[in-house]
């Protein structure tokens, strides 16, 4: 049976920390700010945007919500961006994904401010990650590799195989196993032979979203296998992209769902909030 890796517990330690940070900073009248945008009534999305204005509150940080109706236009929501943009207030930004039909998520991405892009999803922080001088790390990857390092689990001269390519998770969770000195192969919906390539994996990250689509012969006996997928299985029960159950046996070290990589998103918007405050702040 797997180590299993306990994305709670990791995830309250780096929140420990933010709080302890947020009250440095409130002894000089400084306190981070962070704007949510939900619009429309996506349940998914919903339980994602409650969680982290709860996050929010742990931690000591101002939280606004804009929780706007799926009919609002592309010309509203840019200037409800362009509103925070501006406000001293608000230090960090973040547009809940996916958008309602209609509206155009990359325009909106691109209107907000890179110094208030705690997502590090506009293409001025893509790039920066990219060459490897940042200030924010997108969320769900820097949530996998922190817990890589809080278990004392080595990347460098890893085989690590990420499976889907998504500008959320795949593309920038390949660039963050890369500047650890992983040898990393991106796989996708079109790639051959699916299967022998996961097996070559040290590390396999699945980030496919599709439950149980992991299955335990995909595996390298040994492996650490992290799991990014948020599903529904056929009893519409929460799971993962990995079918966890036979995995476990197989695997070094898993990470569960839920209670894996889930919350460490949520820590690391709440260290990339604290950070977009300290640089707005100049401390
Ligand atoms: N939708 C799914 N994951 C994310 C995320 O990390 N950030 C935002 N803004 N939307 C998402």
Redesign the pocket.
Known sequence: MALIIDGKKVSAEVKEQVRLETLELAKKGIKPGLAVIIVGDDPA?RV?VNNKKKACEAVGFLSREYALPATTTQEELLSLVEELNNDKEINGI?????LPKGLDEKAVIEAISPLKDV?A?HAINVGKIMIGDYDFL???PAGVMEMLHSYKIPVEGKNCVVIGRSN?VGKPMAMLLLHENGTVTVTHSRTKNLADVTREADILVAAIGKPKFVTADMVKEGAVVIDVGMDRDENGKLCGDVDFENVKDKCSAITPVPGGVGPM?IAV?MKNTLKACKIQNNC
């Open positions: 999305s994602y973040l547009c809940q994904l996916p997502d999803f997108p969320c769900t959320i998103t918007l």
